[in-house]
């Protein structure tokens, strides 16, 4: 725990990898909104308690939370697809060391209840969100 009685995060070895070497980043339409999707047609989300981190530092989604909602990760650079601005793609360290796809800063996530084409997990609990092109949450209801 830290100081503040938070526990730290844990390496999670349960949470299967998602992505590959260069993982790919993409946009297109969802209903009436442009967003984020990987390779496979998977959309992606981003957690907003993920923005009140420090910069370069883990991710806030770990254990059940990575089960349920699994890290875009790559080995290698991740690669801009069409309508995806490249400077805006990086990555940060996990805490158990792995390398997950940020998109403006925000790690990027998959839902697992999700197959491509679906946008199920926008939304859910107020704090996940697609993504926009521009890096931005998509407001739930677009």
Same mark, same amino acid.
């Given at each position: 725990?830290?100081?503040?009685?938070?526990?730290?995060?844990?390496?999670?070895?349960?949470?299967?990898?998602?992505?590959?070497?260069?993982?790919?980043?993409?946009?297109?339409?969802?209903?009436?909104?442009?967003?984020?999707? $990987?390779?496979?047609? @998977?959309?992606? /989300?981003?957690?907003? %308690?993920?923005?009140?981190?420090?910069? !370069?530092? #883990?991710? +806030?989604?770990?254990?059940?939370?990575?089960?349920?909602?699994?890290?875009?990760?790559?080995?290698?650079?991740?690669?801009?697809?069409?309508?995806?601005?490249?400077?805006?793609?990086?990555?940060?360290?996990?805490? $158990?060391?792995?390398? @997950?796809?940020? /998109?403006?800063?925000? %790690?990027?996530?998959?839902?697992?209840? !999700?197959? #491509?084409? +679906?946008?199920?997990?926008?939304?859910?609990?107020?704090?996940?969100?697609?993504?926009?092109?521009?890096?931005?949450?998509?407001?739930?209801?677009?």
């Amino acid at each position: 725990m830290d100081a503040e009685g938070v526990p730290e995060p844990q390496p999670d070895d349960s949470v299967a990898p998602t992505g590959e070497p260069g993982t790919l980043v993409q946009s297109g339409e969802s209903g009436e909104s442009e967003i984020l999707f $990987d390779a496979l047609g @998977q959309s992606l /989300y981003l957690y907003t %308690p993920d923005a009140d981190r420090p910069p !370069d530092s #883990p991710p +806030t989604c770990f254990g059940d939370c990575a089960t349920a909602w699994p890290p875009l990760l790559s080995t290698g650079t991740p690669t801009a697809g069409g309508g995806v601005d490249a400077s805006l793609l990086g990555t940060v360290k996990r805490a $158990d060391g792995r390398q @997950q796809v940020t /998109y403006a800063g925000q %790690p990027l996530y998959l839902f697992a209840s !999700d197959q #491509p084409g +679906t946008t199920s997990g926008q939304g859910v609990g107020g704090v996940w969100f697609l993504v926009s092109p521009s890096g931005q949450a998509v407001p739930a209801g677009s």
